[in-house]
């Protein structure tokens, strides 16, 4: 059940918040992002929006409930908190530094929760949503317009939680790690976007770019 909701915030004028509901295709696509298109054209954004993505995982067990082969969906939480020194590769500096998504554990009971005074779901995984929705938000990346960029995200939010949640699966540890666990269209997309971001190319990333222009 790969049933997600993402939110796409703009901020044109007048400021509105744009969501859909939608789940993966028999083609591989989430469609229902690829036709906010046309809702989409003649918005602008800036720094303070964001893009939160809700990624559906009422068919975990529950809290202390996992199994030998299904994580639980506080452990599957917990997992995820593991990559966020990666995930901060593939997102804008401004939300490294926002209130709204700030880089900790908010799961109350966890090991590394930490606790705030402004609102503990302003974190970037936040573990709240799983009592209110039924998902895991991710909350960490810029607002945009557009739709490939969109997509691209969600689907690489719904891969991580349902690796983390498989409990064979090793969590990385590092970004190597993290793309060699991603299908090739998917780890290409992060290379492409660190290096948009950040300018920074690796060993693999310089090798995977090269296969990339080599096969064009």
């Given at each position: 059940r ?12 007048p ?8 789940w ?28 939160h ?13 996992g ?7 506080a452990?599957?939480?917990?997992r ?7 995930i ?10 926002s ?24 974190a970037a ?10 998902t ?7 607002g ?9 995200w ?34 290409s997309?992060?290379i ?6 950040y ?6 990333d ?11």
């Amino acid at each position: 059940r790969d049933i997600g909701v993402t939110g796409v915030q703009t901020c044109a004028l007048p400021i509105f918040e744009l969501r859909r509901l939608t789940w993966i295709g028999r083609n591989g696509r989430l469609n229902g992002i690829l036709s906010l298109k046309p809702l989409l054209e003649n918005t602008s954004i800036n720094q303070k929006c964001g893009l939160h993505v809700h990624v559906d995982v009422r068919h975990l067990p529950a809290a202390g409930c996992g199994t030998a082969t299904q994580c639980d969906v506080a452990e599957t939480y917990d997992r995820l908190c593991m990559l966020y020194p990666m995930i901060k590769k593939l997102v804008p500096k401004s939300r490294l530094r926002s209130s709204y998504c700030k880089w900790r554990n908010n799961r109350r009971g966890s090991e590394s929760f930490r606790s705030t005074n402004d609102g503990n779901r302003y974190a970037a995984l936040n573990y709240e949503s799983v009592s209110e929705h039924g998902t895991i938000e991710w909350r960490m990346q810029g607002g945009s317009t557009n739709v490939v960029k969109i997509e691209s995200w969600a689907l690489l939010c719904q891969y991580l939680t349902r690796w983390a949640s498989v409990r064979d699966n090793s969590m990385p540890r590092n970004w190597d790690q993290l793309l060699a666990i991603l299908p090739q269209w998917l780890a290409s997309w992060c290379i492409l976007r660190r290096e948009r971001l950040y300018g920074e190319l690796g060993p693999v990333d310089e090798r995977v770019s090269s296969a990339i222009s080599q096969n064009e």
